[in-house]
């Protein structure tokens, strides 16, 4: 079952005594121990200097992270974001966390997940409490793989498919994405999300607001504010590719990821499991042109590496 | 099988020696603390076990814990290296040579004995407690038998002595071997790292590989470059990484946090600000920090710089923020203090999450024009290490193994405790007319002593200090926000307490005032909240009282984000140095006004009489005696509200104090 976290600034948290940054709200039976991982994954750095007033211009950070630290299958699904003033006049901020099991696993992916409306809180202004009821996960997917955010921000909806080609499982290369304020990161990974068959979305991590890894943490797509520390950073990891979102992108490769991203094209899990097949080849290789044969007769192989699966 | 429902009150050790021998002792006072010298409650006499090893104590939830306390053999339980133990039931565990079996009832000892032995066989051989400290030791050093696993992790631990190293003959001065070099002829005791505190020997510092192919550390994460243990050098003196880089950056063998090569070279001095949420800590660290970029190299001949400026990086942005701000009638402020990101560092030790805040760091030294510059050169450079702690931190039951983040505490050679009347009741009621938003009738009120006592607590428990027994340190209690308050106190204060002094060719701090001035403040305190004065004392051997306040006006509200900032034209510090200048004072870096220029008031007739460590001083026309701590005593004070002065005797033998 899904358990939720929500760590804020209040006057009273929900463990007595507590008061300012602290937890007041999880699901009853929620691992104790899991508490301080969570509360340690609510770190938010505000874009902007607190006289320039754009509070509400704040990049909210949706994010989807895995650590051993959680345990093998299970992820961490978090908004975080700035929360204007607490009862002390001083700047609060808002995290709301959503442990997911591996049962909870829908088709749509994390990102999915966090699009749905009304899923993640927002604002809290209730008095410390305990939900008795687990976190239910919507089920559903997207309806079609096109991404249209790609194309009205880059002209070229293929372009999803530069994150999606990076993805090999938890040794996926880190992808950076370098955003200016006002860009809605959270749809862009979506789609990118999109081009993947299911049961390898929730093994993608990102977060559409990046600024530091939190320790035992992998984060495969992160998305760093322009000129901030973290993208000084990202351009210094030899081992990262950097995707800039604020100047004009160079045309990208015509590979089946980049096809389907652009047409939309949705035959079938067929389709999409094939496409994810060429992920082998590296990004500068473009995947030789026939098809690699589907073998989806054997449930125990990973898509990916074409190995046994070495989970469960 | 759970017995631990209730408060436990009472417990049985078992200590079982290196020879087998046992005895059994009866536990009924926590914190009991557990060590090689005699000042322990639990005295073992092994030289495997530390001279304060680990305590015993009760949690909050009146569960019994045995925590280790930076031990350098540490605890294990069930071949596993642990940092504390709940101990609801029998638990067997291994400190050094020795075993504990621990039990709620004596009965409860008695168990299958099997695991003892087993445990022994399973232990790393541990070094000698008593050969570490003369050498080289730390915890670190004997870890668990590796697994293939963690092959890289304790390859890096490997205790290799510093002359088995090719060291060049003549490194460059100021390179890290030059450092290790002169480190390890100094004698002095180790280095204690700014991060998460740990002691150890000079020639365990770790390096930071440079080749971009040498990342992945167990304990900074995968994207962190690799600490290694050196094994050879440039000739300039800087260690060389697997790769061949030249590799300047050294770090801690515990955290693996980078330690400024500066700090480890100049000893600490570790400050702690302790206080509630909201009572202006971070504030008043940058007005502090930003006027001693003055006071001390214009007024004192001493430089104080930033050690360096990725650590200060936060700290300077809060001085940009307030005192370089562009537009003077902007309404400026920072950002809530939080309780984990760009404050603190996140590591795995041990496969445990912990947080640990991230250290300012200064460098003091004598200026070249400073009169004794050569005398005082080497003992007066000192790296000045202080933290910004989130006041959540210092609530009761927010101190935990992975989330050590006030141990500073047991380090801090001075402690600044803000007190913020503006959160008192009994003081806003006789406070009036004010425009500060947080004296609204809705603003927050906070029993702040609470925050104190849980500091003591923490502190106790951290050294093993006797309840009865007082720190040596001196406490300074700030009563912040004096712009609001200072009506109540019956003086009128210089801005800078210091005069220039010929002799001394700097400044001399006004010791005689600020003492004054404490025991003006204290008289107040005493009036409005005794229970703080009576809190601070029963820890301190000496608590200085002073007004301040960082900012030297009211905070106003943004108008549409309901936050409140300050304008920086509105700025207006007061004796935001004057606590750290007594510090130095004390620590003899500053001088004080030489007895023959200090002023003398006309004295009144009193008599003191000297009870534990308060002299009962009666005045005349007085018909109760006024309460003098000792710790005053030598200095010319003033009655508040009144022309009376009178000065109290030295005591001949000191209070009873008790400090690590
Ligand atoms: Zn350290």
Redesign the interface.
Known sequence: MAYELIYTSSERGLRPGTSGFCTVAYTKGLPAQKIPLLEALSGYRNAYAFQEGKSGQEPVSWCHYRSPLFGREVSVLSRISAAGADHTGRSNKLAHHILVGESERVAGGPAWVSLQPGFFRETWNEEPHCFNEPKFLPSGDFGDCRARCWEALTGDGGHAALLAENVNGDDGRVVVLLFEPGMDMLPLIGEAMALLPWHVRWRVTYNTYFTALPAGMLCTWRCCLAGSDAAREARRNPRAMVIDLTSPLPPVEDTPMAALAREGRRNGQKELQSVSLTLEEPMTAPPPPQRLSLRSESREINMLTLKPRQYR | MDIAKETVTECYVRVVNRDGETRTCHVVRFPCTIGRVKERDLVIEDPSVSSLHASLSVNAEGQLCLEDLGSTNGIYHHYVQVPQLVITQREEVVLGQVTLVIALTEAGLEATPSVIEMARKAMPTPQSEMSAAATTASAMASPPAPTAKEETTSKSHKILKFNELSIPSNPLDGSPAATISRLVGSGRGGIVCPHCWHRFAVDEFLFIARH?SL?GDPV????APIRFMPSRFTPEGNALDAAGMSCPDMACPRCHLRIPQAASEMPPLFLSIVGA??SGKSYFLTSMTWALRSVLPRNFAIAFTDTDAVNNQILNDFEE?LYL?LDPN???????T?????L?N???IDNM?V?LPKPFMFTMMPAEHHPRYQEVKAGMSRTLVLYDN???HF????D?A??PTTQHLLHSDTIFFLYDPTKDVRFRRRISGSQD??MEPT??VQRQEIILTEMINRIKKYSGMKSGGKSARTLLLLVSKYDVWKDLLDMELPESPWQWNSACNTCALDVDLIKNVSFAVRQLLEDVCPEVVATAESFAGEVLYLPNSALGHS?E??E??????IRPKDIRPFWVSVPMLYFLYEGGFIPSIPEESRVRHPEAAVSCKLSGDVYFVTLPGRPMPVQVPVFFAGYQLRLPGTDLWFTVPPVKTAPNMAET
């Open positions: 971009q990342v900074l994460g995968p994207e949420p909201a923020t701000h902007e309404i400026v402020g920072l950002r809530k939080e309780l984990q990101g760009e603190y996140q590591v795995l999450l947080n989130a006041g959540e609530e009761p039951g927010m935990q992975d989330n938003p947080q603003a927050r905070p509200k943004q549409d984000s309901g936050m409140i900032g």
